[in-house]
């Protein structure tokens, strides 16, 4: 099972969701996949994503978390001690959050997204300091990220296995390329391109 954590604001309807979603249907694996739209408070969506993944064992479970699923993902990985893909994540974001306090909407729709002050000491709850097994992730991480420094995410998955993207930003407009990288990590064989 994969299952992929969009990033703040964002939804399943991402450009690397869809992607993935597309990929994993064509190679038969359509139910293996699960991409909710989460809730705009983080111990909501840690609890959203446990509910999901609660029956599967952790050697069959990957996590895909991009930007502040990345920051999810990595707790989870490390609660569950399953496998995490990291797509540019947020490694410290509560020293950009407070900005974001209020209502605005989601990246991919019209629908309302608030989040409130009391949603960042839920992410501080949330902060994994240094993992425990650097073998279980696989960092993405863009030179050319307008929003978080791809210095810091390096920094914060040392041993892990690291693909430094030269250039991009920060939705890392040419995922298509890295995909088969991606699925693979999470032991999906013969990802077509």
């Known amino acids: 099972m994969i299952l992929y954590l969009h990033g703040f604001r964002s939804s399943p309807l991402s450009m690397k969701s869809r992607l993935l979603a597309a990929r994993m249907d064509a190679l038969g694996l359509a139910a293996q996949w699960v991409a909710p739209q989460l809730p705009a408070s983080p111990k909501a969506a840690i609890a959203l994503a446990l509910s999901l993944v609660q029956d599967c064992p952790a050697e069959e479970l990957s996590i895909i978390g991009s930007s502040l699923g990345g920051y999810y993902a990595t707790w989870?990985?490390?609660r569950?001690?399953?496998r995490a893909?990291?797509?540019n994540p947020a490694t410290a974001p509560l020293k950009d959050l407070d900005k974001h306090v209020g209502v605005t909407t989601e990246y991919h729709s019209d629908k309302p997204f608030e989040f409130k002050r009391e949603y960042i000491a839920e992410l501080g709850q949330l902060a994994v300091?240094?993992?425990?097994?650097?073998?279980r992730y696989f960092?993405?991480?863009?030179?050319g990220d307008e929003v978080l420094d791809y210095r810091d995410m390096v920094a914060?998955?040392?041993g892990a296995r690291q693909q430094v993207i030269v250039g991009s930003d920060h939705g890392i407009a040419e995922f298509a390329d890295h995909a088969a990288a991606v699925l693979a990590f999470c032991g999906v064989a013969d990802?077509?391109?």
Request: charged share 10%; with cysteine.
């Open 191 to 193: 990802a077509p391109r």
């Open 76 to 78: 989870l990985a490390e």
């Open 129 to 135: 300091p240094a993992i425990s097994q650097p073998r």
């Open 85 to 87: 893909v990291l797509l």
């Open 139 to 143: 960092l993405l991480a863009a030179t």
């Open 80 to 82: 569950l001690g399953c």
């Open 156 to 158: 914060h998955y040392p």
